[in-house]
């Protein structure tokens, strides 16, 4: 970890106790900053609370009082998920005090390169896929950020034999002010998190972000396929090496007879691959393109990209039952998420979907439902998704309370050699914490059917 003297006697706002913030709050503390948390939520008995008050931090629970932005306060470290809304980033902003999120900290303290991964869809995969392939060929990587653990605190262990390999939401890269990572990309750019961002606009260049900073001697990764993408990935002053499916990019990675080549050179037949889904081929295009960079062997991405079946809740095979197939696809949030889980199946597909309504339609996801023979829908949602089930001529649907519910629904209506997929294509919070305890609770489900 580099010492770093910036954050030394300066008074500094951490908003939202979650992981991002505790971790936050214990490394400026570390550095010698004066800090107080807020959190509305937070009770002063809870165990991260006590562990702050232990060190000597003020810790503030309950309300966002206006009294905590004052003219004395330097910095607002913010949980990623607090909307710039709320009154005290409001406050911060009138008041021109710097609003960043624990990313941009861990770039300041890591003696490590930095791989950044963004996009609207497929991060989770490309992340996994190049920390496996590292590791395999043995490059000691680290993997940070919005896949789940906390970035400054991997960055706090990492020295320079190391590379940080970090998801990066649009809400993370937003509170970025010098964050430059050696190698960044964007997978893809579609509408989403608008809720939050406001415009498609205000999204892109959330996401932009990721290429702000870098300089010659940093490499963008860009997809030629996606015209937004190509089009704010012109602001970069970093080298630039494309990757595509569709053009045969001779100083990138591409597709071509049946094969992806980087640079040439001959990397891995297409049958070759474990991952369902034609969709995963973007994601292995752009997961070679930054191992390639980094000077791993053929040999090392070959045997992860023979074995690497799916990271959990994103396609994730669950089991057999009966000649069923369960696919975890817990992970897809949005109607583009769930549109590419169908693309990956050809068999007859029984679909569980539905969860927090944003206010949005789903009549997108027509045109995906071709292999569909039956709903089961839970959540808020539920009523929207019945309508476009019926204007897509779908004759089984089914209405249930929950998504142990719709395993066992979903197994009754299910012959043989049927796909039984959850892909919610909505958020989980209106029933569940997070997407991934509801992916949970749908493989304990299918388990308790063997």
Same mark, same amino acid.
């Given at each position: 970890?580099?010492?770093?003297? *910036?954050?030394?006697?300066?008074?500094?706002?951490?908003?939202?106790?979650?992981?991002?913030?505790?971790?936050?709050?214990?490394? %400026?503390?570390?550095?010698?900053?004066?800090?107080?948390?807020?959190?509305?939520?937070?009770? *002063?008995?809870?165990?991260?609370?006590?562990? %702050?008050?232990?060190?000597?931090?003020?810790?503030?629970?309950?309300?966002?009082?206006?009294?905590?932005?004052?003219?004395?306060?330097?910095?607002?470290?913010?949980?990623?998920?607090?909307?710039?809304?709320?009154?005290?980033?409001?406050?911060?902003?009138?008041? !021109?005090?710097?609003?960043?999120?624990?990313? *941009?900290?861990?770039?300041?303290?890591?003696?490590?390169?930095?791989?950044?991964?963004?996009?609207?869809?497929?991060?989770?995969?490309?992340?996994?896929?190049?920390?496996?392939?590292?590791?395999?060929?043995?490059?000691?990587?680290?993997?940070?950020?919005?896949?789940?653990?906390?970035?400054?605190?991997?960055?706090?262990?990492?020295?320079?034999?190391?590379?940080?390999?970090?998801?990066?939401?649009?809400?993370? %890269?937003?509170?970025?002010?010098?964050?430059?990572?050696?190698?960044?990309?964007?997978?893809?750019?579609? =509408?989403?998190?608008?809720? @939050? #961002?406001?415009?498609?606009?205000?999204?892109? @260049?959330?996401?932009?972000?990721?290429?702000?900073?870098?300089?010659?001697?940093?490499?963008?990764?860009?997809?030629?396929? =996606?015209?937004?993408?190509?089009?704010?990935?012109?602001? &970069?002053?970093?080298?630039?090496?494309?990757?595509?499916?569709?053009?045969?990019?001779?100083?990138?990675?591409?597709?071509?007879?049946?094969?992806?080549? $980087?640079?040439? /050179? #001959?990397?891995?037949?297409?049958?070759?691959?474990?991952?369902?889904? /034609?969709?995963?081929?973007?994601?292995?295009?752009?997961?070679? &393109?930054?191992?390639?960079?980094?000077?791993?062997?053929? #040999?090392?991405?070959?045997?992860?990209?023979? &074995?690497?079946?799916?990271?959990?809740?994103?396609?994730? $095979?669950?089991?057999?039952?009966?000649?069923?197939?369960? @696919?975890?696809?817990?992970?897809?949030?949005?109607?583009?998420?769930?549109?590419?889980?169908?693309?990956?199946?050809?068999?007859?597909?029984?679909? %569980?979907?539905?969860?927090?309504?944003?206010?949005?339609?789903?009549?997108?996801?027509? +045109?995906?439902?071709?292999?569909?023979?039956?709903?089961?829908? $839970?959540?808020?949602?539920?009523?929207?998704?019945?309508?476009?089930?019926? *204007?897509?001529?779908?004759?089984?649907?089914? !209405?249930?309370?929950?998504?142990?519910?719709?395993?066992?629904?979903?197994?009754?209506?299910?012959?043989?050699?049927?796909?039984?997929?959850?892909? +919610?294509?909505?958020? &989980?919070?209106?029933?569940?914490?997070?997407?991934? /305890? !509801?992916?949970?609770?749908?493989?304990?489900?299918? #388990?308790?059917?063997?």
């Amino acid at each position: 970890m580099k010492n770093i003297n *910036e954050y030394v006697h300066k008074n500094v706002l951490v908003i939202g106790l979650a992981k991002s913030g505790l971790a936050a709050a214990k490394l %400026l503390h570390k550095l010698g900053a004066n800090v107080t948390v807020n959190d509305l939520k937070a009770k *002063e008995e809870d165990v991260a609370v006590q562990e %702050l008050l232990e060190l000597g931090i003020n810790v503030v629970t309950g309300e966002h009082p206006p009294s905590l932005i004052s003219d004395l306060l330097d910095v607002v470290v913010k949980n990623p998920g607090i909307p710039y809304s709320n009154p005290l980033i409001v406050l911060a902003e009138e008041k !021109r005090i710097p609003i960043l999120t624990e990313v *941009e900290l861990a770039y300041k303290i890591s003696e490590a390169d930095i791989i950044a991964i963004t996009g609207s869809n497929g991060k989770t995969t490309t992340t996994t896929l190049i920390y496996e392939i590292l590791l395999e060929d043995k490059k000691q990587p680290l993997i940070a950020g919005n896949i789940g653990t906390v970035a400054c605190e991997v960055a706090q262990n990492a020295t320079k034999e190391n590379v940080i390999v970090m998801e990066l939401s649009s809400f993370q %890269l937003l509170g970025t002010r010098e964050f430059k990572p050696k190698i960044a990309m964007i997978l893809n750019i579609f =509408d989403a998190h608008l809720d @939050y #961002h406001g415009t498609k606009d205000e999204y892109i @260049y959330a996401k932009s972000k990721i290429y702000e900073n870098q300089s010659a001697d940093d490499i963008s990764i860009i997809n030629f396929d =996606d015209e937004d993408v190509m089009r704010n990935a012109g602001t &970069s002053q970093a080298e630039k090496l494309f990757f595509s499916s569709t053009k045969e990019c001779m100083d990138g990675t591409y597709l071509k007879d049946d094969s992806i080549w $980087f640079k040439g /050179e #001959h990397i891995i037949e297409i049958k070759d691959i474990v991952l369902p889904g /034609e969709h995963n081929i973007e994601n292995v295009l752009a997961a070679i &393109s930054a191992v390639k960079l980094r000077g791993v062997s053929n #040999h090392s991405i070959r045997k992860v990209l023979t &074995s690497f079946n799916g990271v959990k809740h994103r396609l994730q $095979f669950v089991g057999d039952v009966s000649q069923r197939r369960f @696919y975890n696809d817990s992970k897809a949030t949005n109607i583009l998420a769930t549109s590419k889980a169908l693309q990956a199946f050809t068999t007859p597909t029984i679909l %569980l979907a539905g969860g927090l309504d944003r206010g949005n339609e789903f009549d997108d996801l027509k +045109p995906y439902l071709t292999n569909v023979k039956a709903m089961v829908l $839970f959540g808020e949602t539920a009523p929207k998704l019945e309508r476009i089930a019926k *204007e897509s001529g779908i004759e089984v649907i089914k !209405r249930v309370d929950n998504v142990e519910q719709a395993v066992y629904s979903a197994f009754e209506v299910s012959t043989s050699k049927d796909v039984i997929l959850l892909s +919610p294509a909505c958020a &989980s919070w209106d029933q569940y914490k997070t997407f991934e /305890e !509801r992916g949970d609770i749908f493989i304990g489900a299918v #388990h308790k059917l063997n």
